[in-house]
């Protein structure tokens, strides 16, 4: 974890290397706020680091480590409020916004980190794959609240099908990676694992970056992290008719809830789906599949199989 504590000054990475000491393989935050206490995120409790509240030279530090001197660079990244980092990892970004027309310029005064620490689980889609492979791959949603590992799985399901697993050959993955947080890629390389015949289209907007991937790159399946809008579905829509299997995820608590978002509503009056996987997370356990509903809402998954952000 060197790529993270480099960020900091001695007297905080230090402090922050005794701290974590072997549990970084169940660290999921590291939260600053200028002037009071760090916080660290673990799977199942929250721990802090009353001893060090960072100040504005420590803040200056830490903007100066993630721009590599240069804010000018990161124009981009502050705008949208957070930078990857190597080894995958993504700083979020708060403080003062600047905006023109209602739209934000410029992300000023950043007084608040929260650096999510990035896990390869190799496999951890090995157990759901059967559900969503029927002679051939079927149109997939995951639906899950923040931190229950959507992000995760369908990373792993990307490297899966896109290596192939069993008996299934291998097939062409388009990854629209719009928050840089599947790939994780730095300068167009990514972080992480995503099999032998994955393409990703980094830092791109959803709804382009569909059609865009379809038009160069002819993949078999497109993966989507996150969609939401309007725009999204639509170019979603275009995308499977156009022939392409889609596989990708919602923020959301169940689908009574998200039948109730009219820019979702299409998606499940044309039945586009044939498998919407539900995500839950419990203190004890940070990431669970609850169930695995087919087109017509009726529960595949009878047996429940835990697996961790």
């Known amino acids: 974890m060197e790529e993270i504590l480099r960020l900091f000054p001695s007297n905080i990475s230090d402090s922050m290397r ?8 169940v660290l999921q935050e590291i939260r600053i706020r ?4 760090i916080e660290l995120v673990f799977d199942h409790h929250v721990e802090w680091l009353d001893y060090i509240k960072p100040n504005q030279q420590d803040k200056i530090f830490i903007i100066n480590r993630l721009s ?3 804010l000018y660079r990161l124009e981009d990244e502050l705008r949208e409020g957070y930078i990857t980092i190597e080894g995958g990892h993504r700083v979020g970004l708060a ?22 620490i990035a896990k390869e689980k190799i496999g951890v889609a090995r157990s759901i794959l ?17 931190q229950t590992g959507k992000t995760t799985l369908i990373r792993d399901v990307a490297r899966l099908i896109s290596s192939g697993w069993r008996n299934i050959e291998p097939k062409k993955v388009g990854i629209i990676d719009e928050r840089s947080e599947i790939a994780a890629s730095i300068k167009g390389i990514p972080q992480h694992d995503l099999g032998r ?6 830092a791109c907007p959803k709804a382009e970056g569909m059609m865009m991937m379809i ?36 923020h959301g608590q169940s ?20 498998r919407i996987i539900l995500l839950g997370k419990q203190e004890a356990t940070p990431g669970k599949v609850f169930k695995i509903y087919d087109q017509d809402e009726n529960n595949l998954f009878k047996t429940r199989k835990v697996y961790s952000r």
């Not at 005794?18 to 393989?25: E, F, S, V, Y």
């Not at 029927?134 to 995951?142: C, E």
Request: aromatic share 8%; with cysteine.
């Open 197 to 202: 015949r994955t393409d990703v289209l980094d």
């Open 95 to 116: 403080g003062k916004v600047n905006t023109i027309g209602g739209t934000v310029k410029a992300l000023h005064h950043i007084t608040f980190f929260n650096i999510r």
């Open 215 to 250: 038009r160069s790159m002819s993949p078999d399946i497109l993966v989507i992290d996150e969609i939401g809008s309007d725009l999204d579905v639509q170019a979603l829509l275009e995308a499977i008719h156009s022939g392409v299997t889609v596989i990708c995820t919602v």
């Open 18 to 25: 005794t701290k974590i000491a072997d549990r970084w393989g």
């Open 68 to 70: 590599d001197f240069s």
């Open 255 to 274: 689908l009574h809830e998200l039948k109730k978002r009219p820019s979702l509503y299409p998606l499940f009056e044309q039945k586009i789906f044939a």
């Open 34 to 37: 200028l002037f009071q206490p």
């Open 130 to 146: 059967p559900y969503m492979c029927q002679h051939s791959y079927v149109n997939t949603l995951v639906v899950g609240a923040p």
